[in-house]
């Protein structure tokens, strides 16, 4: 089990890392700038990443009754944004690539800020009687490390270097997709029983009512055309386990039952996220697969 656990932390960073460098090698200075000059854009997703969507874990966490390890999963979860797997929907759903992988990249940079005081608040809020003790700067090096810095390099390569950059782009959108479905098959077997202890609770309802109210949520507080909104709800949708992970280790000591919570919560989020995906994505193909019906 061990050794699966290696392995698969292995994949996920590979899978971080080349969903990234996908999105920069395939991303242009000036869209980037329309992005991070949209004030409007930045300051919703702001809002509903920060904010909304934390309560929202708190308040379905004691609407359920959870229990207290559940309940601080969800609550984990709920306040960590900025997840990898945003970026990689916004491409599964055929959405806005760019402006997805970018506000992904800038949450995940905030959210290692603003993580530790927010659980704080709501578990406080929440009587649960304990705090969350990270290091900040060890979030933000990972951050960087496995997000950022792959971004920027093929952003800098679609910049200096297009002829490359579009040659690269389908071996390391490949490699994405492949570790991506790696890494969903990893958590399957290597949470399979927690998953099923968990079903005769509410945990897993809990998980996919966040996740399904992050999207709807996300794709509210945005501006701009459907594909850019929804691919805000996407990044919404999608939270950072990096963070999590980190707090239940030092605060909680790696409790198997908060840290079975998180990966059941985890996987039904992934239940919404991937229907929703692909929906968006079916009916994003269909003008253009008309007219090809209809020809000769």
């Known amino acids: 089990m061990d050794t699966l656990r290696l392995v698969l932390n292995a994949v996920t960073v590979i899978f971080i890392a080349a969903t990234m460098f996908a999105a920069g090698l395939r991303a242009t200075v000036p869209a980037l700038r329309g992005v991070f000059a949209d004030v409007p854009l930045l300051s919703l997703a702001l809002i509903a990443n920060m904010a909304v969507i934390p309560l929202?874990?708190?308040g379905i966490g004691a609407l359920f009754v959870l229990s207290s390890a559940s309940f601080i999963a969800l609550v984990l979860i709920a306040s960590s944004p900025g997840g990898p797997f945003?970026?990689?929907?916004a491409t599964v759903q055929q959405g806005d690539v760019v402006a997805g992988a970018a506000m992904q990249v800038l949450l995940a940079s905030l959210g290692s800020l603003t993580f530790a005081p927010t659980v704080n608040a709501i578990l406080t809020a929440a009587d649960i009687g304990t705090k969350v003790s990270l290091d900040v700067g060890a979030l933000v090096r990972t951050v960087a490390l496995l997000q950022l810095v792959p971004f920027a390099i093929g952003l800098l390569m679609r910049h200096?270097?297009?002829?490359?950059?579009?040659?690269?782009?389908p071996t390391a959108a490949a490699v994405s997709n492949v570790t991506f479905l790696i890494v969903l098959a990893g958590m399957l077997l290597g949470n399979w029983r927690d998953v099923v202890d968990l079903l005769g609770s509410l945990a897993l309802l809990a998980?996919?009512?966040?996740?399904?109210?992050?999207?709807?949520?996300?794709?509210?507080?945005?501006?701009?055309?459907?594909?850019?909104?929804?691919?805000?709800?996407?990044?919404?949708?999608?939270?950072?386990?990096?963070?999590?992970?980190?707090?239940?280790?030092?605060a909680f000591a790696d409790q198997p039952a908060i840290l079975g919570a998180l990966a059941a919560i985890l996987l039904s989020g992934l239940a919404a996220a991937l229907p929703i995906s692909t929906l968006l994505s079916r009916r994003r193909m269909a003008p253009d697969a008309a007219p090809s019906r209809s020809s000769p």
């Open 207 to 250: 998980g996919f009512l966040l996740a399904v109210f992050a999207f709807a949520v996300g794709t509210l507080l945005a501006t701009g055309p459907t594909t850019r909104r929804t691919t805000m709800g996407g990044v919404a949708l999608v939270r950072n386990a990096g963070p999590a992970l980190a707090a239940i280790g030092l």
């Open 160 to 169: 200096y270097a297009a002829p490359i950059a579009q040659s690269w782009h």
């Open 86 to 89: 945003g970026a990689k929907l």
């Open 56 to 58: 929202l874990g708190w």
